[in-house]
T-cell receptor
Framework: GAGVSQSPSNKVTEKGKDVELRCDPI?????LYWYRQSLGQGLEFLIY????????KSGLPSDRFSAERTGGSVSTLTIQRTQQEDSAVYLC??????????????FGPGTRLTVT | SQQGEEDPQALSIQEGENATMNCSYK?????LQWYRQNSGRGLVHLIL?????REKHSGRLRVTLDTSKKSSSLLITASRAADTASYFC????????????FGSGTRLLVRP
């Protein structure tokens, strides 16, 4: 079946502009996650959705970052007034459940964001 | 801050040899997972081991977990050139097992 998809795959933007990154999770997966990966580093947790609500936003680095999820499916990560330090690969993942026996998170291919 | 630290940071081996990667973490965990990443993009889930498990196998992969030492190892046997990738461990906490904390990864190169 279809995996997690993300768009765009690459985004180059000027400093100060706003960007929107989209994630389409696997159908039926109730949990959705956003991570950020800087060059040569591991992944940094940003936010977790259960359905349309976000019980854990603790990883969002500043109030310039926000995310929403609608219909228990598609999620959008928005970065306002982008800065050069926002340059990274933004990865989305989904899982059937967030707790219990099905922990595995399935990752999308990521969006590479470059802020010039 | 990152929970897990992988060791070594980079590993180069000949095809057919075994590859061992280690992961250490700092706080109590619910589970530990290993992921593989090709070309800096999407991650592929390899194996999950729960805190009450000590060893798990999946094909050519063997994972061990020592909660007393807060460490895990991933062994890939009979490596292939296609195993070349970065490998990350990720821990799920006791109160928030969904919130995976990733290490910085081991870059594995398997020479044909």
């Amino acid at each position: 079946g279809a995996g997690v998809s993300q768009s765009p795959s690459n985004k180059v933007t000027e400093k100060g502009k706003d960007v929107e990154l989209r994630c389409d999770p696997i159908s039926g997966h109730t949990a959705l996650y956003w991570y950020r990966q800087s060059l040569g580093q591991g992944l940094e947790f940003l936010i977790y959705f259960q359905g349309n609500s976000a019980p854990d936003k603790s990883g969002l680095p500043s109030d310039r970052f926000s995310a929403e999820r609608t219909g228990g499916s598609v999620s959008t990560l928005t970065i306002q007034r982008t800065q050069q330090e926002d340059s990274a690969v933004y990865l989305c993942a989904s899982s059937l459940l967030a707790q219990g026996p099905t922990y595995e998170q399935y990752f999308g291919p990521g969006t590479r964001l470059t802020v010039t | 801050s990152q929970q897990g630290e992988e060791d070594p940071q980079a590993l180069s081996i000949q095809e057919g040899e075994n590859a061992t990667m280690n992961c250490s973490y700092k706080t109590s965990i619910n589970n530990l997972q290993w992921y593989r990443q090709n070309s800096g993009r999407g991650l592929v889930h390899l194996i999950l081991i729960r805190s009450n498990e000590r060893e798990k196998h999946s094909g050519r992969l063997r994972v061990t977990l020592d909660t007393s030492k807060k460490s895990s190892s991933l062994l890939i046997t009979a490596s292939r050139a296609a195993d070349t990738a970065s490998y990350f461990c990720a821990t799920g906490g006791m109160d928030s097992s969904y919130k995976l904390i990733f290490g910085s990864g081991t870059r594995l190169l398997v020479r044909p």
